[in-house]
Nanobody, 120 residues
Framework: QVHLVESGGGLVQAGDSLRLSCVVSGRAYHVGWFRQGPGKEREFVAGITSTGSQPFYADSVKCRFTNSRDTAEAPVFLQMDTLVPEDAALYSC????????????????WGGGIQVTVSS
């Protein structure tokens, strides 16, 4: 059984920071973060390889978000800085056997999501 569990969400003000965590059990592959805001489609945010190398980001979060992990078995962290109201969404992590993909259909298992709310 493969399970992903997110934590670390909450309510912050614009300009603040949050760090999300994703704990993966059952296997250790590449992990991606996606988010879905109110009335929006789910969109790719960031991804990282199983070894923690080569993080990659959506243009909307580049230079503000940092995706990291120490080992394939370690939690995956998404450090989110300088948050803006547009970042408010349900954030989910997912895992994939294919590296460096930003399309949802490449991801096999998904966490239940964690809410991030950013007030202006």
């Amino acid at each position: 059984q493969v399970h992903l569990v997110e934590s670390g969400g909450g309510l912050v003000q614009a300009g603040d920071s949050l760090r999300l965590s994703c704990v993966v059990s059952g296997r250790a592959y590449h992990v991606g973060w996606f988010r879905q805001g109110p009335g929006k489609e789910r969109e790719f945010v960031a991804g990282i390889t199983s070894t923690g190398s080569q993080p990659f980001y959506a243009d909307s979060v580049k230079c503000r978000f940092t995706n990291s992990r120490d080992t394939a078995e370690a939690p995956v962290f998404l450090q989110m800085d300088t948050l803006v109201p547009e970042d408010a969404a349900l954030y989910s992590c997912a895992d994939s056997k294919v590296n460096r993909k930003n399309q949802r259909h490449h991801y096999d298992y998904w966490g239940g999501g964690i809410q991030v709310t950013v007030s202006s």
